[in-house]
């Protein structure tokens, strides 16, 4: 987004706060609500705005078609030392995500390697929350999804059949952040695409194509293609063949084997009437526990062995030194938790909004103004 555009930072606590409101007065119970907030205000303080609390306003229209249920208690469908299967009911993906990750944790510190899924499930937020919660634990982790909306192209194709898909792992570290990586598998997420639309920013180059595989860069435009019945869609990671869409393909296979066909969740491309709840989104969460394998220590000074080797290398720009994956966005959620997270004038109107129509407070307390990119 433009590094330009003035943004109005909030307490990142009212952010919280705001997401608990509204999602409690649209009946959703305490632990979930506490369990959803936290994660949404995890996204927003690490720059993944696009699953913070903007998505709210994509719960509401889900809310408004009457096929959104808030009240859902997960069900364990299967369980044994090394894994579990949980059904959500049709319920949102944070909470039961949440639980599940916690419980192949626990399992993976009994027998070493653990997994769970979890099917009828609808959007989970970032795929990172989880990895980086599960290697806060000691473990690391691997986490996979399907998806809801059908909005990628597979290379060479003229409409969209995949999801985004998106994968991400954590590491565990001694005395220190874990790293954490998480991706789509499309060359970007496509909640991206509705935040261009809000704003009116064109789409970069190689994000979108339209059903002749000419980018498309309108957000508009766009936004049809991605969400409405337009040919084309976004592209694999990659973007094109000659840049190796083919391996993001591959990996949005990958996501859908693990987080769609062994959970139990929907083909994207296949779904419709088939789906008995919501959308039935699957979820895979593996946890593997260092300790069982080669012990800590071991495994810890190897880890810092990686770190100072990546680290110490040669830099092209000295002010800009290599980084690990998850570095940027740690610094970035320790500084907003200072400052304030920065959320647009839409957005916040869009939010007001939402909550007068919930009968919910309006609770976001501004801080001062930044030119900081959400």
């Known amino acids: 987004m433009s590094e330009d555009?003035?943004?109005?930072?909030?307490?990142?606590?009212?952010v919280r706060e705001q997401a608990a409101e509204v999602l409690s007065a649209w009946g959703?119970?305490?632990?979930?609500?506490?369990?959803?907030?936290?994660?949404?205000?995890?996204?927003?303080?690490?720059?993944?705005?696009?699953?913070?609390?903007?998505?709210?306003?994509?719960?509401?229209?889900?809310?408004?078609g009457g096929n959104f249920n808030l009240g859902a208690d997960d069900r364990v469908l299967g369980d044994g030392p090394g894994y579990a299967s949980i059904d959500a009911q049709g319920g949102l993906g944070f909470p039961v995500s949440v639980r599940a990750v916690d419980l192949a944790c626990e399992k993976a510190r009994a027998v070493g390697v653990a997994a769970v899924t979890v099917n009828n499930s609808r959007h989970f937020g970032a795929a990172g929350y989880y990895a980086r919660r599960g290697a806060e634990q000691g473990m690391i982790v691997l986490v996979a999804s399907s998806t809801k909306v059908v909005c990628v192209v597979p290379p060479g194709g003229a409409e969209s059949v995949l999801g985004t898909n998106p994968l991400a792992y954590g590491v565990p570290r001694q005395g220190t952040q874990p790293i954490v990586f998480d991706m789509?598998?499309?060359?970007?997420?496509?909640?991206?695409?509705?935040?261009?639309?809000?704003?009116?920013e064109p789409v970069p180059e190689?994000?979108?194509?339209?059903?002749?595989?000419?980018?498309?860069?309108?957000?508009?435009?766009?936004?049809?293609?991605?969400?409405?019945?337009?040919p084309g869609g976004l592209t694999?990671?990659?973007?094109?063949?000659?840049?190796?869409?083919f391996k993001g393909y591959g990996l949005a296979l990958l996501g859908h084997f693990l987080g769609g066909t062994l959970a139990g969740g929907a083909f994207t491309?296949?779904?419709g009437d088939a789906a008995p709840k919501g959308d039935n989104i699957g979820h895979f969460f593996l946890a593997l526990d260092p300790e069982k394998f080669r012990g800590l220590t071991d495994f810890h000074t190897d880890l810092d062995i990686v770190d100072d080797s990546l680290r110490g290398t040669s830099p092209v720009d000295p002010d800009r030194p290599v980084?690990?994956?998850?570095?940027?966005?740690?610094?970035?959620?320790?500084r907003r938790l200072v400052?304030?997270?920065?959320?647009?004038?839409?957005?916040?109107?869009?939010?007001?909004r939402i909550a007068e129509a919930a009968g919910a407070e309006f609770v976001l307390t501004p801080v001062t103004q930044s030119k900081e990119s959400a």
């Not at 555009?5 to 606590?13: F, H, V």
């Not at 860069?217 to 936004?223: G, I, L, M, S």
């Not at 980084?323 to 320790?334: F, M, N, Q, R």
């Open 339 to 352: 400052e304030g997270v920065p959320l647009s004038s839409e957005l916040v109107a869009h939010l007001r």
């Open 5 to 14: 555009k003035q943004d109005t930072l909030y307490d990142a606590q009212t």
């Open 206 to 230: 190689g994000w979108v194509v339209d059903g002749e595989g000419a980018p498309v860069t309108n957000p508009e435009v766009a936004a049809e293609i991605v969400y409405g019945n337009r």
């Open 28 to 64: 959703m119970g305490p632990e979930n609500v506490a369990l959803t907030a936290e994660a949404m205000l995890d996204c927003d303080l690490r720059g993944i705005g696009t699953h913070g609390i903007s998505l709210l306003a994509l719960y509401e229209k889900w809310r408004e």
């Open 323 to 334: 980084l690990l994956p998850g570095d940027v966005e740690k610094a970035l959620s320790d």
């Open 269 to 271: 491309g296949a779904r």
């Open 184 to 200: 789509a598998t499309s060359t970007a997420a496509g909640n991206k695409i509705r935040l261009f639309q809000l704003t009116g």
């Open 236 to 245: 694999p990671l990659g973007s094109t063949p000659q840049m190796g869409a």
